[in-house]
């Protein structure tokens, strides 16, 4: 199975600072014939289901704010939030949806300094 | 819009079993692949199946291979899990979500509660 290791566990960024929290998968999840990296990035707030922020590890949902951004390639994905608002205080995951089982790191818990 | 809507949670004695379903709307389900995700109180999503758009490919977690079962009508835009053989363990909130193209949507989620 991949392994999708998240850090850090947990993050305190200041009103108006950038948070910056990585995932890195045990295998590649680059799948070469499309040239896609099949890793995704949720938010998930308490009481309510995860929103998807970004796909293919780049793509930004529609209707997502663009402070967020993601990046990386192959094994290395990084989810940037600029900008830190009140809002975006949540539990951050990585889902990658290469192979079968799909795994989620184990969350990334993001507050305000 | 893609709207999902879980039921069928409620609480069952170790052992027992609990039929979940996701209905649909807003979009066409034979276009999309299900899955299905829990979250057990205060931890984080484990994936725990997936069926492609005709079921003929179908994936579990290991700790559920066996005792749940996933299916899907397309035609009633609707996505099953048959969940068999409960343990405490099992206790989650269960999302259904649909898959195309990179994309997910979710749903609101159902509590599934084991004990005796």
């Known amino acids: 199975d991949i392994v999708m290791t998240q850090s850090p566990q947990s993050l305190a960024v200041s009103l108006g600072e950038r948070a910056t929290i990585n995932c890195k998968s045990s295998q590649s999840v680059l799948y070469t014939a499309n040239n896609n990296n099949y890793l995704a990035w949720f938010q998930q707030k308490p009481g309510q289901p995860p929103k998807l922020l970004i796909y293919w590890a780049s793509i930004r949902e529609s209707g997502v704010s663009d402070r967020f951004s993601g990046s990386g390639s192959e094994t290395d994905f990084t989810l940037t939030i600029n900008s830190l608002q009140a809002e975006d205080v949540a539990v951050y995951y990585c889902?990658?949806?290469?192979?079968?089982?799909?795994?989620f790191g184990q969350g990334t818990k993001l507050e305000i300094k | 819009e893609v709207q999902l809507v879980e039921s069928g949670g409620g609480l069952v004695q170790p052992g027992g079993s609990l039929r979940l379903s996701c209905a649909g709307s807003g979009f066409t389900l034979s276009n999309y692949w299900v899955h299905w995700v829990r979250q057990a109180p205060g931890k984080g999503l484990v994936w725990i199946s997936r069926?492609?758009?005709?079921?003929?490919?179908?994936s579990y977690v290991d700790s559920v291979k066996g005792r749940f079962t996933i299916s899907r009508d397309n035609a009633k835009n609707k996505i099953y899990l048959q969940m068999n053989s409960l343990t405490d363990d099992d206790t989650a909130v269960y999302y259904c979500?649909?898959?195309?193209?990179?994309?997910w949507g979710w749903g609101q989620g159902t509590l599934v509660t084991v004990s005796s």
């Open positions: 889902l990658q949806y290469s192979r079968s089982p799909h795994t």
């Open positions: 069926m492609n758009q005709d079921g003929g490919i179908i």
């Open positions: 979500a649909v898959a195309a193209s990179g994309w």
